[in-house]
């Protein structure tokens, strides 16, 4: 009897053990510094500062990165490393050294940004662009609505040239229902 008691006490005090340290290490406070620079880009650390990969070079003219904090704070996000799915989804990835507006030219860019994936799934992506689209004077969902009224004038104009697609009817029954639905445009 003692023996499985004390086993069940051992087993017990395992459990707490596993507990405490997945509570520790769910909430670990980041520290751009100390990333990795496979989980720099579009991170943001425990203060709420957004972390920036950074390229520096050595005496041997190599370069290297580094993840630092940036001076550019995100708003209502603190501790968060962004997912693999997000970068994918809104066109960008970790190897991306820097924090900058330009991609906002990008209509490609701007099109997966705008896209629903993007821009209501990734909610620190899209803090990020609607901080840096309005410190370019752009409000974010303006320049949105613009793009999704561009693609629509481009369909319509490829419609209107005699290069549109064949008629539904002529597409086969199979393949018409493999056919994923349109993204609204709200």
């Given at each position: 009897?003692?023996?499985?008691?004390?086993?069940?006490?051992?087993?017990?005090?395992?459990?707490?053990?596993?507990?405490?340290?997945?509570?520790?290490?769910?909430?670990?406070?980041?520290?751009?510094?100390?990333?990795?620079?496979?989980?720099?880009?579009?991170?943001?650390?425990?203060?709420g500062t957004r972390c920036v990969l950074e390229q520096r070079m050595t005496h041997s003219t190599s370069t290297e990165y580094e993840c630092k904090a940036s001076e550019i704070a995100a708003a209502h996000?603190?501790?968060?490393?962004?997912?693999d799915k997000c970068l994918e989804a809104c066109g960008l990835n970790r190897n991306m050294v820097g924090i900058?507006?330009?991609?906002?030219?990008?209509p490609q860019f701007v099109k997966k940004l705008c896209a629903t994936q993007c821009y209501h799934g990734c909610p620190n992506i899209l803090n990020l662009y609607f901080n840096l689209?309005?410190?370019?004077?752009?409000?974010?969902?303006?320049?949105?609505?613009?793009q999704r009224a561009s693609s629509r004038r481009a369909m319509a104009e490829i419609r209107s040239s005699g290069l549109a697609a064949a008629p539904e009817a002529s597409i086969p029954a199979e393949i018409q229902g493999a056919l994923p639905p349109l993204p609204s445009s709200s």
């Open positions: 009897m003692a023996f499985y008691a004390a086993l069940r006490t051992s087993v017990a005090m395992l459990m707490m053990l596993v507990v405490t340290i997945q509570h520790t290490s769910a909430t670990a406070k980041i520290v751009c510094e100390q990333l990795h620079k496979d989980k720099c880009a579009f991170s943001v650390s425990s203060s996000l603190s501790n968060w490393i962004e997912t900058s507006s330009d991609f906002l030219l990008e689209a309005a410190g370019e004077g752009v409000y974010l969902p303006k320049l949105c609505e613009a």
